[in-house]
């Protein structure tokens, strides 16, 4: 059976960064420990990078969170260090200017994934956006979320996120 499991956004900016925050870097080595563990003969790892250029304050994204963050090839914008080792086992990286990616979805939806494995940040914006995505591009697999691979700024927000999801009938692991 084949299987995907995407790490979304898990980017400096967001761990250390402009929109660092603790949780993000407390959930590093839980992130490692599932990419040490994968069995990538049948499961494709697939990446999303945050990516925004110098005008992104002026995006519809920027103008609510109006804070620069994941400019293209910055720091910021790069995994951290110690999970860099990770991006050339990638099936596909998807380069994506707002919360959710069309393009992964589009990916998913092509696939043969029966099984489909989430992690990264930020739980409550991007992780949940590609997840409510991936449940459109592809309704009759098995979708789960590592919760504690996965953080959010916002408990009350990731929490109520989290039982959004589980409407849908995505696990929460």
């Known amino acids: ?87 050339p086992k990638a099936k596909k990286i998807f380069y994506k200017n707002t919360f ?8 998913i939806s092509k696939s043969e994934y029966k099984e489909l494995y989430f992690c990264g940040l930020v739980s409550h914006i991007c992780v949940f956006c590609n997840i409510i995505l991936a449940f459109s591009a592809k309704p009759d697999a098995k979708i789960f979320l590592y919760k504690e691979a996965s953080a959010s700024f916002d408990t009350n927000l990731e929490n109520s996120s989290f039982n959004l999801l589980k409407t849908y009938g995505i696990k929460i692991i």
């Open 100 to 107: 959710g990616s069309l393009e992964l979805a589009n990916f």
């Open 1 to 87: 059976m084949k299987k995907a499991f995407a790490l979304i956004d898990y980017q400096n900016d967001f761990v250390t960064g402009s929109l660092g925050f603790e949780k993000a870097l407390k959930i590093e080595n839980k992130i490692l420990n599932l990419l040490d563990n994968i069995d990538f003969n049948n499961t494709d790892l697939l990446i999303t990078f945050d990516t925004h250029d110098s005008n992104y304050l002026n995006s519809n994204e920027g103008k609510l969170i109006p804070i620069k963050h994941c400019i293209q090839n910055t720091p910021g914008w790069q995994m951290p260090t110690n999970l860099q080792k990770y991006i």
